[in-house]
């Protein structure tokens, strides 16, 4: 494979991001959207997609085809990435292949391999069979040929095999976004019709273009928050940080920077809910005076704590907290002001006790 060619479309390649996981998906620079599959976003109405210099934007889903597992995220602002090429001829068995996302929430992945079959079919919808390897969180990146060209949406493994994975063929991708241009510029989340491909507009039972059931309340259905998400994004929300950018794909998991300081946020057994910042890293020197501080517990109610030779700023609150009024303003409260003291503590750190930058601070 040419090396300009592998240059041209992993570039494209996003990571996207919801409150319950992470997929792949392929930004196409003429219509400002990012395809994907319908299960990485299912439930979703706004998403982060995440490029591969860690730059976050808010997504909005505008197209869900259940039945063909496609869907197609919407940016309010156009991304200086390079233009993938979508290939017209079917691929071949024994085609080489490249498989681009991001299994595992790990960096950009490029795994290698052959199309192993091109009949496998299920449900009424083809799909390539490949050995290239794919994993949790190739969801929805391409497949690529050897000339550079996307031949299908990585989609789903056998979990019990060795390298068996499915990859919708790209067809099924060109008619969704010429279905897209055809419809114009959709401002509201539509389900395509399984039959007659129609976009609806509301979870009807039954299509009013050609009479099939669709199940489309069902896809409709937006995922609920959590009693504790609700709390956390509501906080994060009050800051100023768009929780939808604070996600990290983890199950009650967030991260976000507030100045230098990155912050995390997340539920430990279920049964404690931690805000934790890494402040910085121990001293060469003034140990001793560094401990002396600490130990002397300046910042009440968060507490100091050292892992390996980071240091930590930290709090947590029992769950059972948040059920209370006055509890749940008090946490709330100490939620945010942890962000703004580990921003003030990792430059009073570095600059009094010759600590070293935390390798997570952005400064």
């Known amino acids: 494979m040419a090396l300009e060619a592998l240059e041209q479309v992993k570039g494209a390649v996003v990571k996207l991001i919801t409150g319950r996981g992470t997929g792949s998906g392929t ?48 940016l309010d602002e156009q991304l200086d990435l390079p233009r993938v090429e979508l290939a017209e001829a079917q691929v071949a068995q024994q085609q080489q292949v490249f498989a681009l996302g991001f299994p595992f929430d790990l960096p950009f992945n490029v795994t290698e391999g052959i199309v192993s079959s091109v009949e496998h079919i299920n449900n009424d919808v083809k799909y390539i069979q490949t050995d290239a390897a794919l994993n949790l969180g190739n969801s929805g990146g391409p497949l690529v040929n050897a000339e550079g060209k996307v031949v299908g949406v990585n989609t789903r ?29 959709a401002e509201a989340y539509g389900v395509r019709c399984p039959a007659c491909s129609d976009l609806l507009d509301e979870g009807v039972d039954y299509c009013e273009n050609c009479g099939v059931k669709t199940a489309a309340g069902e896809f ?31 199950s009650h998991y967030w991260e976000y920077y507030r100045g230098s300081a990155k912050i995390r946020v997340f539920v430990f057994r ?78 009073h750190l570095v600059e009094t006790f010759g600590c070293r930058w935390a390798t997570e601070s952005r400064r």
């Open 270 to 347: 279920n049964d404690f809910l931690y805000a934790t910042s890494p402040l910085a890293r121990l001293p060469r020197k003034k140990i001793l005076d560094l401990y002396t501080y600490m130990l002397g517990d300046p910042e009440a109610p968060y507490r100091f704590t050292v892992t390996n030779d980071v240091i930590y700023l930290s709090f947590r609150a029992h769950l059972a907290d948040l059920a209370h009024e006055e509890h749940r303003a008090r946490l709330g409260q100490e939620l945010i002001d942890l962000g703004q003291r580990a921003d003030e503590l990792d430059n």
């Open 157 to 185: 493994v056998y979990r019990d095999a060795q390298n068996v994975g499915f990859a919708l063929p790209v067809s099924y991708l060109i008619e969704e976004l010429d279905m897209f241009r055809e419809d114009g510029a």
């Open 220 to 250: 409709f259905a937006q995922r609920p928050l959590s009693p504790v998400e609700a709390f956390v994004e509501a906080e994060l929300s009050q800051l100023g940080q768009d929780p939808i950018l604070a996600r990290t794909g983890r």
């Open 27 to 74: 930004y196409h620079a003429d219509l400002g959207i990012v395809s994907t599959n319908y299960h990485v976003i299912r439930g979703e109405r706004r998403v982060t997609v995440q490029l591969q210099n860690d730059d976050r934007h808010v997504g909005r889903v505008l197209v869900a085809d259940p039945h063909h597992d496609i869907a197609l995220v919407a």
